[in-house]
């Protein structure tokens, strides 16, 4: 199929090679997991990339050549090379490349970057969690329920320090009393993005067949647009009397 969204699934991946019981979850790692079931999809092309590949996994030939770059990160955020992150909010905002943030992302530099807040949160235990699809005539909603019940995920709660989401899209109820906006997109530049809060890594959110199919509809959405030529292509001053 000619013109597959080209999608690269970035992941940290320390959890899982340092903790045996986040291995035995997620063997392939957070992002063979859902390189796994990304690639079910014959219209999205998929590699992987991870914190300890060289040049972090991103170098100009793979960040300049994705279409929509997946993120997720927890306890090394700070090791993320400022100069790359840089390089990601370029992409995001002048080419209009997508940026999906899964969970623990959202005190990612680059999320934290191209939204502008600190994404900070409130944050307790693992507890369960439904996911409420409040904007069910959403592309990334699409075919969704109207909750998802998740079983047990970690609690993230508000106030969540990110900017007022240009589309909110589910809001998660935690079995405590806490609530959440856990789905929400921003439109920054020419780009899209969106973050999803499940995906604990000791949790088993990305095996969910809805957490799976969000996270693909996520990706249909954030694929650049077509965009039309620069206004330095059209004298407009000739108009102005
Ligand atoms: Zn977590």
Same mark, same amino acid.
């Given at each position: 199929m000619a013109n597959k969204i080209r999608v690269t699934v970035w992941n940290e991946y320390r959890h899982e090679k340092s903790e045996e019981s986040i291995r035995a979850i997620y063997p392939k790692g957070i992002h063979g997991c859902v390189k796994d079931f990304l690639d079910t999809h014959d219209d999205l092309e998929v590699r992987i990339a991870a914190l300890d590949d060289p040049d972090q996994g991103l170098p100009d030939d793979? +960040? @300049? @050549?994705?279409?929509? +770059? !997946?993120?997720?990160? *927890?306890m090394a955020h700070g090791d993320v090379d400022d100069a790359l992150v840089q390089r990601i909010k370029k992409r995001v905002y002048d080419d209009g490349m997508g940026f999906i943030a899964m969970h623990s992302a959202h005190m990612s530099k680059p999320f934290r970057e191209i939204v502008g807040t600190s994404g900070k949160l409130l944050w307790s235990d693992d507890q369960h969690e439904l996911l409420w699809n409040? !904007?069910?005539? *959403?592309?990334?909603?699409?075919g969704i329920p109207e909750h998802v019940d998740l079983g047990i995920e970690e609690m993230y709660g508000e106030p969540f320090m990110i900017p007022q989401p240009d589309e909110l899209l589910f809001i998660s109820w935690f079995e405590h009393g806490y609530v959440f906006r856990s789905g929400c997109t921003f439109y920054r530049? &020419?780009? /899209?993005?969106f973050y999803f809060q499940p995906? *604990?890594?000791?949790? &088993?959110?990305?095996?969910?067949?809805?957490?799976? /199919?969000? +996270?693909? @509809?996520?990706?249909k959405w954030?694929?650049?647009?077509a965009f039309g030529d620069a206004m330095h292509n059209c004298d407009y001053r000739k108009n102005i009397v």
């Open positions: 793979v +960040l @300049n @050549n994705t279409d929509v +770059l !997946m993120w997720w990160g *927890h409040v !904007m069910p005539a *959403h592309p990334i909603t699409a530049g &020419r780009g /899209k993005v995906g *604990h890594e000791a949790c &088993r959110s990305f095996y969910n067949e809805y957490v799976q /199919k969000i +996270l693909y @509809n996520g990706i954030a694929a650049p647009t």
